[in-house]
C-alpha cells in the first residue's frame, strides 16, 4: 500500500531518446509535484499540477512535459534525453486539507543518459 | 526571490553525542513554513520537522528540535543522542505560506551527516 509510488526506479537511456517517468499516489491527494536532485544532491522543483491543472512551471527546457491524465497521477515525458537530463526525479503529493506544506515523497527515479 | 543556504557541506558526530546543523534563509515574505529533511542512502525523501514562521515556541520532534530566529533568518537542527541510523544528508527548506502558497519547495545545498560509532 506505497503511497506514492513512481516508476521505474532506475532508468538507463542514450542520448536522444525519449523516455517517461510515471508517478501515482493513492492518498487521495489533489496537488503533485516534479522535483529534480542533480549529481550535487541540489533539489530543485520542477512543475506541480492541482487538480490536473499546472501550477508551478519552474525554468525548465521544453523538452520536459508533464501530463496529468487524473489527480491521481503525474507523469513527466523528457524528449531528446541530454547528457545533463542525469538524475534523480523525485515526485511528491500533497492534500488540500492538511495544506501544501505537507509533501509526501516518492522514492525516486534515478535516470542516467549515457 | 527566497534563497536557503548551509554551509556545512559536511559534519560528523559520535553516537550518543548532540549535534547542530546550521541553515539561514532570505526572503521578505512574513509568512512561511521552514523544514528540515532527511534524505538517508536509500534516498527517500523523509520530513523531520516544520516550523511555522508564526509561532515563536520552538519546533520539536523527540531527538530533534530546531532553534529558529526571524529576525535573524536562522533555522537551525539540534540531533539529540545522535543515533547510527541518523547517517543521511539533511536539507533546510523554505516555503510561503497563506494565499501565495503553491506548494513550491525551496531548497538548501544539504549537509551530510554522519554518526560514528
Redesign the interface.
Known amino acids: 500500500d506505497t503511497a506514492v509510488s513512481q516508476t521505474p526506479k532506475y532508468l538507463v537511456t542514450q542520448m536522444g531518446n525519449d523516455k517517461s517517468i510515471k508517478c501515482e499516489q493513492n492518498l487521495g491527494h489533489d ?1 503533485m ?1 516534479w ?1 529534480k536532485q542533480d549529481s ?6 520542477m512543475f ?1 499540477y492541482n487538480n490536473k491543472e499546472l ?2 512551471n519552474e525554468t525548465v527546457p521544453n523538452r520536459f512535459s508533464p501530463k496529468s491524465p487524473d489527480k491521481a497521477h503525474l507523469n513527466l515525458h523528457i524528449n531528446s534525453l541530454e547528457l545533463g537530463d542525469s538524475a ?1 526525479y ?1 515526485c ?1 503529493s ?1 492534500h488540500p486539507t492538511s ?5 509526501y ?1 516518492g ?2 527515479t ?1 535516470l542516467l543518459v549515457l | 526571490a527566497q534563497t536557503v543556504t548551509q554551509s556545512q557541506p559536511e559534519m560528523s558526530v559520535q553516537e550518543a553525542e548532540t549535534v547542530t546543523l546550521s541553515c539561514t534563509y532570505d526572503t521578505s515574505e512574513n509568512n512561511y ?1 521552514l ?1 528540515w529533511y532527511k ?1 538517508p542512502p ?6 523531520v520537522i ?1 516550523q511555522e514562521a508564526y509561532k515563536q515556541q520552538n519546533a520539536t520532534e523527540n531527538r530533534f528540535s530546531v532553534n529558529f530566529q526571524k529576525a535573524a533568518k536562522s533555522f537551525s537542527l539540534k540531533i539529540s543522542d545522535s543515533q547510527l541510523g541518523d547517517t543521511a ?1 539533511y ?1 533546510c527548506a523554505f ?1 510561503r ?1 497563506g494565499s501565495g ?7 538548501g ?2 549537509t551530510t551527516l554522519q554518526v560514528k560509532p
Open positions: 496537488t509535484y522535483y550535487k544532491k541540489f533539489l530543485k522543483i506541480s501550477i508551478i534523480v523525485f511528491a500533497s495544506g501544501r506544506e505537507t509533501q515523497f522514492p525516486g534515478r | 513554513y523544514f534524505q536509500s534516498r527517500q525523501m523523509i520530513l516544520r544528508m536539507f516555503m505560506a502558497n503553491t506548494g513550491k519547495l525551496i531548497f545545498q544539504g
